[in-house]
C-alpha cells in the first residue's frame, strides 16, 4: 500500500498546470519516513522515490503537516516551524507549487 506522501505527491503530478513553471525546479520532499523528488518543468512534473540530483527546495514536513499544506492549503503553523514538525530552505519555489497545480 501507498504511503500518504506518496499519494498526495503523485496526485500532484496528474493537476500539473504545463507551462506554469517558469524553469526546472527540483524540490525534494522528506515527509516523515518517506522521501521523494519532484522536479517541475514547463512540461512536465515528474515524481520519483529517494533523493535524485541537488534540489533547490527541500521540504521536511511531519505528515499530518505536509498533507494539511497540499490539501487542504492550510501553512504550517508558527508552532510547527518551532517544533520542527515543518522545515524548508526556500519559501519562493514552496510558493510556486500552488500556482503549478490544479486545485
Not at 75 to 100: S, V, Y
Amino acid at each position: 500500500m501507498a504511503s500518504t506522501a506518496a499519494t498526495i505527491l503523485n496526485g500532484l503530478a496528474a493537476r500539473f498546470i504545463p507551462g506554469k513553471a517558469p524553469k526546472t525546479v527540483r524540490y525534494y520532499f522528506s515527509v516523515g519516513d518517506d522521501k521523494y523528488t519532484m522536479v517541475l518543468s514547463a512540461t512536465a512534473c515528474t515524481v520519483t522515490p529517494g533523493r535524485d540530483g541537488d534540489a533547490d527546495c527541500i521540504v521536511k514536513a511531519h505528515p499530518d503537516v505536509f498533507s494539511d499544506l497540499v490539501l487542504k492549503g492550510k501553512a504550517p503553523g508558527a508552532l510547527d516551524i518551532a517544533r520542527g514538525r515543518f522545515k524548508t530552505n526556500d519559501p519562493g519555489l514552496l510558493l510556486l507549487l500552488k500556482d503549478c497545480f490544479k486545485p
